[in-house]
């Protein structure tokens, strides 16, 4: 029961650099999204995907780019990364709209970004 | 706007006490209300919901209510564990083209023995 997979799960990155953080579910669920976790801000929306072929910014998207590559992956990739972009970052996935349908998320990405 | 607010932490808590957890929300209609529970080092898991006014979402002794007429929907459990020890954080539902939850702060709490 793998659920919702992220990797890696730590990274350490100089300024300027790039990487792609990687997402995987096996749920078949329609929706997925990146979030960020900093302290005493809870999780902050970076982007999501409502079905696979569709993307749409979240609320702090600056200096991200994702791509859905098909129904299971979403990745995340930060093309230059900064020092604010140090954080905890999770990836969820959802089975479609309405309140019914929790998120499932992944164990995490811990970034640091020197 | 939207908004979800929580009562700041860390609450400390010794074992068997009565918990409390306050969550006000800020929407627009009528969404549905969440509460998520993370482990240290790991992801968010869902806890309870409530989907509509005067639900109860339950779950592993955890209770919340959702209040209409009060935008709450405070998180309570009668005896805590040590086990609870974790952070919780209340989320609701965007109504729109996804579901997108917008999540509070979240609140560490610390049981003791």
């Known amino acids: 029961n793998a659920g919702v997979t992220q990797t890696p799960k730590f990274q350490v990155l100089k300024t300027g650099q790039s990487m792609t953080l990687q997402c995987a579910q096996d749920?078949?669920?329609?929706?997925m999204y990146w979030y960020r976790q900093d302290p005493g801000m809870g999780l902050r929306l970076i982007y999501y995907s409502a079905s696979e072929g569709t993307t749409d910014k979240g609320e702090v998207p600056n200096g991200y780019n994702v791509s859905r590559l098909n129904k299971r992956e979403f990745s995340l990739r930060l093309e230059s990364a900064a020092p604010s972009q140090t954080s905890v970052y999770f990836c969820a996935s959802s089975e479609g709209q309405g309140g019914n349908y929790g998120y499932t998320f992944g164990s995490g990405t811990r970034l640091t970004v020197v | 706007g939207n908004s979800v607010t929580q009562m700041e932490g860390p609450v400390t808590l010794s074992e068997e006490a009565f918990l409390t957890i306050n969550c006000t929300y800020t929407?627009?209609?009528?969404?549905?209300l969440f509460w998520y529970v993370q482990y240290p080092g790991e992801g968010l898991q869902l806890l309870l919901k409530?989907?509509?006014?005067?639900d109860k979402g339950s779950n592993k002794g955890f209770e919340a209510t959702y209040r209409k007429e009060t935008t709450s929907f405070h998180l309570e459990k009668g005896s805590v564990q040590v086990s609870d020890s974790a952070v919780y954080f209340c989320?609701?539902?965007?109504?729109?083209?996804?579901?997108?939850?917008?999540f509070g702060t979240g609140t560490r709490l610390q049981v003791t023995l």
């Open positions: 409530a989907t509509k006014a005067d």
């Open positions: 749920m078949n669920h329609n929706s």
């Open positions: 929407a627009t209609g009528y969404p549905s």
């Open positions: 989320a609701f539902l965007n109504t729109g083209t996804a579901s997108k939850l917008t």
